[in-house]
Each structure stands twice: as structure tokens, then as C-alpha cells.
């Protein structure tokens, strides 16, 4: 069975044991795990990870299985859920075990995830997708938290600190705390104070990096560089990234010509883009020319050999490679 994430806050959880929640948003699920089940078992809740299971199925029955006096029902949260624990999650249901809650914490599953499937499918679990919150959400949660606090905010800041948490509450939320620690005596925060007490929620990838290059984003591109302090090892890896995804663009824009089609193109590409990069992908070929891609890859090679001899000097070659490449796709 299927609920959206707003359904889960008003949903008689007392009729149903079986739960995943799926997606990227940590903080959407932190924060209906705790207000929503929790608080209704207080010292009976028991976490694993889900390796901690597959190691050691027999102690994990054994522990779901057993009942003291003083507990009658049990909240079982099982973190970095996968499609390898939907067997055990079978069996559970099987066997009717009383008094027990299992919630699964899964990452991104795409629509052929067989753990997805069956608890869409069965009448007896549910099933909850929690995507990036967007901007106007986040803006609203950090407008309440300043209000709540009577701290005065400027619109220039709850921006500032929306684009930091980048599309998770989690993030955002974290954020809070720095802030409330640092206000304690004060009545006032500016936001040069803000830019320097707050920090990027966590590194942007390279491979966003490179894709968004690729993809002519120039605006996220230079928001990245900034963001980041790119070590002497990450600049090596960006160039490699660039290279592995320049051979992709350039394999996958040679398909396109020989198919006319750059969705068929992307879909019979192996090993498969995945549902979340096709757009970024398609975009990605839409603003290079097959001649340009395979430019690229031997440019990539040349970077790569200068970042490695000139260390010192490999953040300001790869920013100078980036912008380079982004300026010759503009004209």
C-alpha cells in the first residue's frame, strides 16, 4: 500500500506493523519516525543496520521474538534497508509476530526494487517516498524557527540558509542548532555571521560537479567550486570523473546519431543511467556535438596529467579547465 509523506502524520498506525520509507529526505524521515511512532514506544524501540541482520539472522529473530513483562510491543528500525532484506521482512509476516513495528529506512529504490514492490503491493505494509523538500517548504520551516525564537531574520538569510540545507530538513535543522547555541545572550544575528557559523550541509559530489558542467548549469557549476575545498586528491578524481563521463557522452551521442533518438539512446546505454541522471544526462547531450565530446576526453587526459604534476597549483587548474570548457560549449 501506498500514503504520501504528508499522509503518514495523520494515519492510524495502530492498523498497520510494516513500514519502508524510502528516499534521500533524512530529516522528512527522522522527523515522522519520532513524532508519529516513537513517542508510542518510548523505551522499546531497537535499531539495526541492515548488514547487522543479514550477518545474524538467528539472534535478530530470536530478539523480535522474545517478550518481558514490561514490554509489550517492540518498534524495530532497520537503517540502509536494501532489496536484500526483503526475504527476512517476508518471513516476519509469515510467522505473525505479535507486537512487534518494523520500519525499513531505505535510500533511493527505483520502481524494479523487488523491497519496494512488495510493500506497495502488500495490503498489509506501507510503503512512503520522502523526496527533497523544496524551497518553499524549507523557507517556511526556517521563517517558523526564527519566529518561534523572536530572532529578527532578513529574507537574504533564510535563502542563504535554504540553499545550504540543500532539499533536506535535516540539514536545515542542524543549521538551527549552531544558530541557537551562538544567539544565547545576543538578540541579534547578521548575515555575515550566518555565512560564517553555518556550513554547506555536506560536500557536493564530484560527480555533480561534472554533470552540471557538462550539462551548462553554469550558475550550480561555479555555486560547487565555490562551496567546496577541493583537496589536491579530489581535483584528481574530478578529472577522472570527467573523463569516465566525457567517454559516456561521447559513446552515448554516437548512439543518438546512428538511432536519431537520444532517449533511446540513453535507455539501451550499459551499464543503465539511472532514472534520477536521465535528465541531466539528456540535457547533457543536447549541448555538446560529437566532434566537441571527443575533444573533450583528450583534454580530460591532459588535465589530469597537470593536476597530478603541478599539485600545489590543481585546484586553480581545474577551475581554469571547468570554466574553459563551459565557455567553449556557450559559443
Not at 141 to 157: A, G, H, L, M, V
Not at 201 to 228: G, M, Q, R
Amino acid at each position: 500500500m501506498i500514503l504520501k509523506s504528508f499522509e503518514l502524520s495523520k494515519f492510524d498506525n495502530e492498523k498497520y506493523f510494516f513500514y519502508l520509507l524510502h528516499g534521500e529526505n533524512e530529516g522528512h524521515k527522522n522527523e515522522i519516525i519520532e513524532q508519529c511512532f516513537k513517542t508510542k514506544f518510548l523505551e522499546s524501540t531497537y535499531r539495526y543496520e541492515e548488514k547487522e541482520i543479514l550477518d545474524n539472522e538467528k539472534n535478530f529473530f530470536d530478539t523480535i521474538s522474545t517478550k518481558s513483562f514490561f514490554e509489550t510491543k517492540k518498534l524495530i528500525i532497520i537503517s540502509r534497508a536494501t532489496d536484500k532484506i526483503r526475504t527476512i521482512i517476508e518471513d516476519i509476516i509469515e510467522k505473525k509476530i505479535d507486537g512487534i513495528t518494523v520500519i525499513l529506512n531505505s535510500g533511493l529504490l527505483d520502481k524494479k526494487s523487488k523491497l519496494r514492490s512488495f510493500f506497495e503491493k502488500n495490503k498489509s505494509s506501507i510503503s512512503t517516498a520522502f523526496y527533497d523538500d523544496d524551497s518553499r517548504t524549507l523557507s517556511t520551516i526556517t521563517s517558523n524557527f526564527f519566529r518561534e525564537k523572536k530572532i529578527p531574520i532578513s529574507q537574504e538569510t533564510i535563502n542563504i540558509l535554504v540553499g545550504r540545507s540543500r532539499g533536506d530538513r535535516k540539514n536545515l535543522i542542524n543549521e538551527f542548532n549552531k544558530i541557537e547555541n551562538f544567539m544565547i545572550g545576543k538578540k541579534n544575528i547578521n548575515v555575515d555571521q550566518i555565512l560564517k557559523l553555518t556550513n554547506l550541509a555536506e560536500n557536493y559530489n564530484v560527480s555533480e560537479l561534472v554533470d552540471n558542467c557538462l550539462a551548462k548549469n553554469f550558475k550550480k557549476t561555479i555555486f560547487i567550486l565555490n562551496e567546496n575545498n577541493f583537496s589536491s586528491d579530489d581535483c584528481i578524481l574530478i578529472t577522472r570523473t570527467f573523463l569516465m563521463k566525457s567517454k559516456r557522452l561521447y559513446y552515448l551521442l554516437l548512439k543518438a546519431t546512428e538511432t536519431s533518438s537520444i532517449e533511446l539512446a540513453i535507455s539501451t546505454y550499459r551499464p543503465p543511467i539511472f532514472w534520477k541522471d536521465k535528465q541531466i544526462v539528456k540535457q547533457q547531450m543536447e549541448n555538446w556535438t560529437l566532434k566537441k565530446a571527443e575533444n573533450l576526453i583528450y583534454k580530460a587526459n591532459e588535465i589530469e596529467l597537470l593536476v597530478k604534476k603541478h599539485s600545489s597549483n590543481s585546484l586553480n587548474i581545474l577551475s581554469n579547465f571547468i570554466i574553459n570548457e563551459f565557455n567553449k560549449i556557450n559559443n
